[in-house]
């Protein structure tokens, strides 16, 4: 049963538009995740944050950003959309400590034309 | 460097058979945890089951079971009874056990079809 929610599920837009990504989880959670899922569905790491501490993967774009107002929710903003940003990003939670199992919600795709 | 791999792109079953999936996977890190997760055809990922790397015994939950072998920095994972519905992308990951870079890396994935 889900338990991270997505939403858009799907959103096409053009190059140089802004587009946001809401996600919010039920779990009771203290640190969310933001992955991007390429054509090939290699799944790599954007942003993990907790209350606390943001750990950005150094390999993602400045026009990226991750938003929270709480530790339920963690959207993601993109300033500046390019063509390969076009993929599916994937919202997840999980414990900070004790082993890290990641429950995911059910996407966002974005096509950028 | 790519810290899990799976070298197995695709693989195709009879259903009711025994299947067994490859996962390598590179850290300097004495203590970590290993996962495999199952991406539906709608693109759910959903947890299957995980390895602890200071147990010993091999994880086991329902039809899923892992041979963690950890000379080899290798878990694989084991199917047993396939079914239709395990028709899905594996997806093998690793977590290292700093505590504070809680952080998956993830395989490139395996894709399973199990045909009657």
């Known amino acids: 049963e889900t338990a991270v929610f997505q939403t858009p599920n799907y959103h096409v837009t053009q190059v140089g538009n802004e587009v946001s990504f809401n996600c919010k989880q039920t779990?009771?959670?203290?640190?969310m995740y933001w992955y991007k899922q390429d054509s090939k569905k290699l799944l790599k790491i954007m942003f993990s944050?907790?209350?606390?501490?943001?750990?950005v993967n150094e390999t993602v774009p400045r026009r990226f950003s991750p938003q929270s107002s709480d530790k339920a929710h963690l959207n993601l903003r993109i300033k500046s959309v390019e063509p390969e940003d076009s993929a599916v990003y994937l919202c997840?939670?999980?414990?900070?400590?004790?082993?890290?199992?990641?429950?995911f919600g059910e996407g966002s795709r974005l096509i950028v034309v | 460097a790519q810290k899990v791999t799976q070298t197995q792109t695709s693989i195709s079953v009879v259903e009711k058979t025994t299947v067994t999936m490859d996962c390598v996977y590179e850290?300097?890190?004495?203590?970590?945890?290993l996962f495999w997760y199952k991406q539906t055809a709608s693109g759910e990922i959903v947890f299957l089951i995980r390895?602890?790397?200071?147990?010993?015994e091999n994880a086991t939950v329902g039809h899923y079971s892992l041979n963690f072998q950890k000379p080899k920095s290798s878990i694989g994972l084991i199917i047993t009874a396939t079914q239709i519905e395990d028709s899905a992308v594996y997806f093998c990951?690793?977590?290292?056990?700093?505590?504070?870079?809680?952080?998956?890396?993830f395989g490139s994935g395996t894709k399973l079809t199990v045909e009657p």
């Open positions: 990951a690793m977590r290292e056990g700093r505590e504070n870079y809680n952080v998956l890396y």
């Open positions: 779990l009771g959670h203290d640190t």
């Open positions: 997840a939670s999980s414990w900070r400590v004790g082993g890290n199992t990641l429950y």
């Open positions: 944050y907790n209350n606390k501490q943001l750990i």
């Open positions: 850290t300097r890190d004495s203590s970590y945890f």
């Open positions: 390895q602890d790397s200071y147990k010993k």
